[in-house]
């Protein structure tokens, strides 16, 4: 038997040829879905770095507008959207002349950040089911190409009469389909992984980032409120 890869495909029956296609399709996508995970990821952890070095004297100054502008040049950034909206909610109810109460101003930017948070990270778990997918019913997939196959190999020898070595080229190309399976399978499982315990990490950045704001709104809440009774 030809075990090379045209000897494999042109010695496979229609069925078998279909399984190899469907799975070469599941692997085109999921490389994609990787790469294109992997790039987004990597510019959100640069431009988060980027990030919070521009952001400190700003925010030191306590020029809003300018953080605000800051942030919208990171929009990758899945920090600078939590901060821009902890930012946005902060000003536009604190300029809110019927609001009277200093701790508003600090719940609507604390809302609004957790509001951004959720979102980002639906937005980063975009895809990352279709690896989920792939990873799990691949090899099911592979499977049932080697059923299959082995299922038509005994046949043959039910109604030629011969012996194991006459299907043992049949069963050994219906195997292949599980090997192609599990090919398949193993690097998307391992993506997703990989994937989920970086949003992991961005979540605990964002949590973070979303407290350390909360802690400045409050101080800045204060020192207004210091300013205005002095006066």
Do not use: C
């Amino acid at each position: 038997m030809d075990m090379s890869l045209l000897g494999l495909w042109n010695s496979m029956g229609m069925l078998a040829k279909g399984v190899v296609i469907l799975m070469g399709l599941m692997s085109i996508y999921s490389i994609w879905v990787m790469v294109e995970r992997f790039i987004l990821f990597t510019q959100a952890k640069n431009q988060s770095l980027k990030l919070l070095g521009a952001l400190s004297n700003v925010l030191t100054r306590g020029d809003y507008q300018q953080a605000i502008d800051i942030t919208k040049k990171y929009k990758q950034s899945h920090l600078a959207k939590v901060i821009a909206a902890g930012l946005l909610e902060f000003e536009a109810v604190r300029r809110d002349k019927r609001n009277i109460d200093p701790e508003i101003p600090i719940e609507a930017a604390r809302q609004g950040m957790d509001r951004t948070a959720m979102i980002t990270i639906a937005e980063m778990k975009e895809n990352l089911g279709v690896l989920a997918t792939i990873g799990a019913t691949a090899p099911f997939v592979g499977l049932f190409g080697t059923v299959v196959g082995i299922i038509n190999a005994f046949s043959k020898m039910a109604t030629s009469g011969g012996g194991i070595a006459s299907v043992s080229a049949g069963i050994s190309e219906a195997l292949v389909t599980t090997a192609f399976g599990l090919f398949v399978a193993i690097p998307a499982v391992w993506a997703y992984n990989y994937f989920q315990n970086r949003i992991d990490r961005f979540t605990v950045e964002m949590s973070n980032s979303g407290s350390e704001m909360a802690i400045y709104f409050l101080k800045e809440a204060g020192g207004s409120g210091e300013k205005s009774s002095v006066a």
